[in-house]
């Protein structure tokens, strides 16, 4: 299909929907919001949290006790940061990785490298760290057999995987901003919403909407797209909050971990971390137990700086990409994620590009893949996607099913 011509019928397309194509950086469909303060301000104290036995009030048993040693560990945490010139600004316990998490703001302008440094020599501290900030790494671009009216614009030919698998039985956490649950694409598709970002209850956004929609869209219902995976059990996890007035998409580190615990807890099979940012402890650790426990775990890769990427490059975790990457960097999956048709707020469809919808794409087959698997089933993401690559759906499905390929590919 000619380019031109193809723009031309996406664009009449949205019309037809009530859509629009957005230009440029993304645009926030949700009201300005902040963190109290920003991530650079702030450390994260670990405070070690005993054997439940030697736990202080742990005689006592249950919730009792339990409030007993958290308050015994919220006065270590004031003192220090009385010592050290802080303030605590927040307490989140940690019982998958044996701590309680303390958020402390640093108020005379030190570096928080420093800061973390000098905490974690401190006895009762298993380790300080700066309340690390994440992007999410999608745009929305300038200006492409299901009846979804915008299915013949997307990259990959759904219906003929359909036939054999979508997604049913396994769990998918989308740790993302907020998505909008009542999308006509989305409605009915996505079982648990949480907030775990500050300040919470936020209207939808554009970022979790349009991964959620390449997810998990509902095919054959004669609008917009349909979800790669659109039979899996969803998960809404907002960790993540646009900036006010078009900002972009950002994290830190505790609402990713909130987020992350709540899906390791909840038997997610897939998480999908459509975002990147410096290497981090706290983070990495959840990972690790995710990882152990059998989940698949798909990353985007930050096309302007790969080996920066975190946590696409954690070893067992699934890096994605849209294009190529220049070389001498580290090998990849690619998959769509140029020009992608997907949901946005407010009823809409729009076009977006970027890594974050390239992971998107491959979270949605991990989750076909492990369907076709048994869904209880762990598996490497070697043994799932097979070798680092361009992917291919039908090919990779094909592998474990009767799918005829070659049909598949053609649209057939």
Known sequence: MNCGFALRLFAGMLLALGGTAAAGAEEASAPAMESAAPAAQRVMVMLRLGAEHFRAGGDYGGAYGDAMGEQARLRLARRIAREHGLSVVESWPMQLVGVDCIVMEVRDGRSPDAVSAELTKLPGVAWSQPLNEFNMQGAAAAAQPYNDR?????????????????????????????????????????????????????????????????????????????????????????????????????????????????????????????????????????????????????????????????????????????ARLSGGEPSVYIAPGEDVPTTEPDGKWSVVSGSSFAAAHVSGLAALLRQLAGSGKSASAASLLGPRGVVDACALVGRSSRLDVPACEAGR
């Open 150 to 322: 915008l299915s013949p614009a997307q990259p990959w030919h759904l219906a003929p995987l359909h036939r054999l698998t979508t997604g049913k039985g396994v769990t998918i956490a989308i740790i993302d901003s907020q998505i909008d649950t009542g999308h006509p694409d989305l409605a009915g598709q996505i079982a648990a919403s949480r907030d775990f970002a500050a300040p919470g209850h936020p209207a939808a956004e554009r970022h979790g909407t349009g991964v959620a929609g390449i997810i998990g869209a509902r095919p054959g219902n004669g609008m917009g797209i349909a979800g790669v995976a659109p039979g899996a059990r969803i998960l809404g996890l907002r960790a993540c909050w646009e900036r006010p007035y078009g900002g972009i998409t950002v994290c830190d580190t505790l609402s990713l971990a909130k987020a992350l615990t709540f899906a390791i807890e909840n038997r997610a099979n897939v998480i999908n971390l459509s975002l990147t940012g410096p290497a981090d402890r706290l983070l990495g650790g959840l990972i690790d137990l995710g990882l152990a426990r059998g989940i698949t775990i798909v990353a985007a890769v930050d096309a302007k700086n790969p080996r920066a990427s975190f946590p696409a490059f954690v070893k067992g975790v699934v890096p994605v990409a849209a």
